[in-house]
């Protein structure tokens, strides 16, 4: 969800090379079936996605990477520690209605309906930081 979101949001920018991976994940799954339908609700297709394992040549290629979680974050921290000045949480920079500053974008998998809007509107606090916080950081050039 969060990459098919965060696309969109940089839709009208080639300056950006978007790629997701999960600390737990299992390679070449499919999106599920709840995001997807969240995500055409939203105007966003993620035609071909499968799932990926974080590995270090993403980490390499990497100049920022976003964890949903803080445990996410602990675990590429111990994982990567020469990539960690790379490691933010997503909502780092988001004041989230409820939930705060530096929260963690909750996982809805099994949640139904309700939880995957919850992550969606997280994810609708998140994104423009990132982008701000990266076009304020990143000096190198960028992929397509």
Known sequence: MAEGLFRKAIADRDDFTVASAGVAAYPGSPVSQETRVLLKSRGV?????????VSEELIDQATHVFAMTAGHLQA????FPDHED???????????????????????????????????????????????????????????
């Open 86 to 144: 790379k490691f933010y949480l997503a909502c780092e920079f988001a004041e989230v209605p409820g939930k705060g500053l530096a929260c963690d974008v909750p996982d809805p998998i099994g949640m139904g309906k309700r939880a995957y809007e919850d992550v969606a509107k997280t994810l609708d606090h998140a994104i423009p930081t990132i982008i701000a916080f990266i076009d304020q950081t990143w000096q190198g050039e960028r992929g397509d």
């Open 76 to 79: 590429l921290s111990s994982l």
């Open 45 to 53: 297709e993620l035609e071909g996605f499968e799932s990926q394992p």
